[in-house]
């Protein structure tokens, strides 16, 4: 029975629920760590608490109905997300299709969400790691939109800055919103997440 159990799991692997960001307290609440954020508010939806390290990254492990899922937040920094990334599908034998990263992007409107079952990285230095080290970038992804910087600032400077004051106002209902989006795609698939959450979107 123990045996039969073992390979039921196996045969049935976890959605793995990346977020991207940067460890370490100072860079908590950078609008390059949405991805951090988002899977922390998924993980306060569902009871898990991030307790272990696996493949470079602390996670934190849940279930969503009947699925079981793997939230997980990189150590190792941005632009090496992809190491920890390859390693959590490998130890997990999960496939792409079940793979799901959440991150920040400027090309978006603050608190706009954007969901996309492919695509490149389009400049952002988590993802082109990840695409690197998966050898495709057919799998599912959640852009976070954090906004232009304004003025001469540079895009670098703006993403590693702190939410502004009043979008600290606002952000607990954008990550309310992306956990949402998260689990409905655990859920309901990739086309229906995006139908419900890209309806009121525009490119």
Do not use: C, W
């Not at 370490?24 to 998924?42: K, S, W």
């Not at 602390?58 to 997300?81: C, D, F």
């Amino acid at each position: 029975m123990f045996r039969r159990k073992k390979k039921e799991i196996n045969d049935n692997p976890p959605f793995v629920i990346v977020g991207l960001g940067n460890p370490g307290p100072e860079y908590t609440l950078n609008r390059h760590n949405a991805g951090f954020l988002a899977v922390d508010e998924m993980a306060r939806q569902l009871e898990a608490i991030f307790s272990r390290m696996q493949s470079e990254a602390l996670v934190a492990s849940a279930r969503h109905g009947e699925e079981r899922l793997v939230l997980a937040k990189p150590r190792t920094y941005m632009n090496r997300s992809g190491s920890a990334v390859r390693g959590l599908l490998r130890f997990y034998k999960a496939p792409l299709e079940k793979l799901l990263v959440i991150y920040d992007d400027v090309d978006l409107p603050f608190g706009s969400l954007r969901l996309r079952a492919e695509g490149g990285s389009a400049g952002q230095k988590g993802m082109k790691s990840i695409i690197e080290n998966l050898g495709g970038q057919d799998f599912a992804r959640l852009r976070v939109g954090v906004g232009r910087p304004k003025g001469r600032m540079r895009t670098p400077d703006h993403v590693l800055q702190d939410f502004s004051r009043q979008e600290r106002e606002e952000l607990p209902f954008v990550l309310q919103r992306a956990a949402e989006a998260g689990l409905s795609f655990v859920s309901d698939g990739i086309v229906s997440a995006m139908n419900k959450y890209n309806a009121h979107e525009s490119d």
